[in-house]
């Protein structure tokens, strides 16, 4: 059975930093595209970033180019997501989620994920 852990959301000023990590298990970690999802109270779950099963690619949101960076470690089943230069509109929900096939199977589509974390909250303040 497949298991996503999400750490590391918080509270922060707008500016600041913070964090996020995705644990795996249940899965070969390495084989699959992992990408990131946010939803704030109200709105629909939105794509931020995916990363490429070794890591060496990567697709940002426009929202959070240039601010955010996506990581994987493979070795240790884990996913990283580097947040600078929060914005109080940041604040929301955030997902970790496991793509449907193996390979480079890359969508910014919620459905074309299945598996996801439990969230983790991120909030900036003004």
């Known amino acids: 059975q497949v298991q996503l852990v999400e750490s590391g959301g918080g509270l922060v000023q707008a500016g600041g930093s913070l964090r996020l990590s995705c644990a795996a298990s249940?899965?070969?970690?390495?084989?699959?595209?992992m990408g990131w999802f946010r939803q704030a109270p109200g709105k629909e779950r939105e794509f931020v970033v995916y990363?490429?099963?070794?890591?060496?690619?990567?697709y940002y949101a426009d929202s959070v180019k240039g601010r955010f960076t996506i990581s994987r470690d493979n070795a240790k089943n884990t996913v990283y997501l580097q947040m600078n230069s929060l914005k109080p509109e940041d604040t929301a929900v955030y997902y970790c989620?496991?793509?449907?096939?193996?390979?480079?199977?890359?969508?910014?589509?919620?459905?074309?994920?299945?598996?996801w974390g439990q969230g983790t909250q991120v909030t900036v303040s003004a």
């Open positions: 989620a496991v793509a449907r096939r193996s390979g480079d199977y890359y969508s910014r589509e919620t459905s074309e994920y299945d598996y």
């Open positions: 249940g899965r070969t970690f390495s084989r699959y595209v």
């Open positions: 990363i490429s099963p070794g890591g060496t690619y990567t």
